[in-house]
């Protein structure tokens, strides 16, 4: 019997965690006696015979690196019905069966493309927003927690020397899950996130207000990227308090720097797991995390799920960050 051929690839923002996944996927591959094939810069290697075959000392040394050694990109050509087509044909003529999608949601619908046009496809959520309805954790959501609450804490401590506050923006385009974490973490006085409507006046300015009250002089606010809008915000609570305030953007250095242990080993289980689904030449799945286990659902169900904000938490944080 012919030599079973699957390729792994990164696509979409990188994450800190993707190496340990693409490890996870080449060595489990190579383990049940396949062939593995690399796939460079997101589904563009598929389309420019931009792909390696990987052996069991390609993925060395990189479980504790940030990015992804297989680097990532987002590409124009491939959603098109052309681009489809030329990367299954490629996939085809490579003897590639399967592949293993790290990514987000756009990933995700170019896998389910791609399985129907042939190529059973396996997502795997790797980014750092948690912004994955279909999965409770995504691979590298707690790396960029653990960034964000050292970089908060260092702007605290000159917060706190000047008596001074902070509003500190975090990531998170839709999902404001950095941003409550993060503020719980960090013990913000106000979090703003898109999943919940704000009024400056009462969640910021009041909270402020009454914190003062208790005889704190310093002052953390975090603020989705969603929400944005830090500096007017700043000059603002400056304005209307008189209390000298500092807007960051905290940025990129969330995407960056080696995974933690959490990122590390659910990015292994979830390459492993998708490569036991292209064993048995299943596609259109995604691993996901469904009450702390390492599932696979259907693609088409993950990708119509709906996230639901963790209300709780953020009604625990307004309840304590005073
Ligand atoms: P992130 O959460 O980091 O943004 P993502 O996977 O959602 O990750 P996208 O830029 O949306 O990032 O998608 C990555 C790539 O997947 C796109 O550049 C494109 O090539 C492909 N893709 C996205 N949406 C589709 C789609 N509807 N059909 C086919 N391919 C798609």
Do not use: W
């Not at 989705?224 to 209390?243: S, T």
């Amino acid at each position: 019997m012919e030599q079973k051929a699957i390729a792994v690839l990164t696509s979409g923002g990188d994450a800190p965690g993707m190496n340990a996944a693409v490890r996870a996927v080449v060595r489990a591959g190579i383990n049940k006696g396949m062939k593995v094939y690399g796939v460079y810069r997101g589904y563009n290697g598929l389309l420019n015979n931009d792909i390696e075959e990987m052996n069991l000392r390609s993925v060395s040394d990189i479980i504790g690196n940030g990015g992804t050694m297989l680097y990532t990109a987002r590409s124009t050509e491939f959603p098109k019905p052309e681009g489809i087509q030329k990367a299954a044909d490629f996939c085809r003529s490579k003897g590639i069966s399967g592949v293993v999608v790290i990514g987000g949601d756009g990933s995700f619908r170019g896998a389910r493309k791609l399985t129907n046009a042939g190529i059973n496809c396996i997502g795997v959520p790797g980014t750092i927003d948690n912004d994955i309805a279909c999965s409770e954790y995504t691979v590298g959501f707690d790396t960029a927690m653990n960034t964000a609450i050292q970089m908060v804490d260092r702007i605290r401590d000159t917060a706190q020397s000047h008596d001074r506050c902070s509003i500190v923006e975090v990531m998170g385009r839709h999902c404001g899950d950095i941003a409550l974490q993060t503020g719980i973490a960090t013990g913000a006085t106000a979090i703003l996130v898109p999943e919940i409507e704000y009024n400056i006046e009462r969640d910021v300015i009041a909270r402020i207000i009454n914190t003062q009250k208790t005889g704190k002089k310093h002052f953390i606010v975090v603020v989705a990227e969603g929400v944005g809008g830090v500096e007017d915000l700043a000059k603002y609570v400056e304005q209307r308090l008189g209390i000298e305030t500092r807007a960051t953007v905290l940025g990129h250095v969330q995407r960056g720097g080696s995974p933690t242990l959490r990122d590390r080993v659910v990015a292994s289980e979830m390459g492993f797991k998708a490569v036991e689904l292209l064993d048995q030449n299943i596609g259109n799945r995604v691993v996901v995390m469904r009450e702390g286990k390492i599932v696979d659902l259907d693609i088409n169900e993950a990708l119509d799920m709906k996230r639901v904000f963790d209300e709780d938490l953020y009604n625990i944080a307004m309840s304590i960050s005073i």
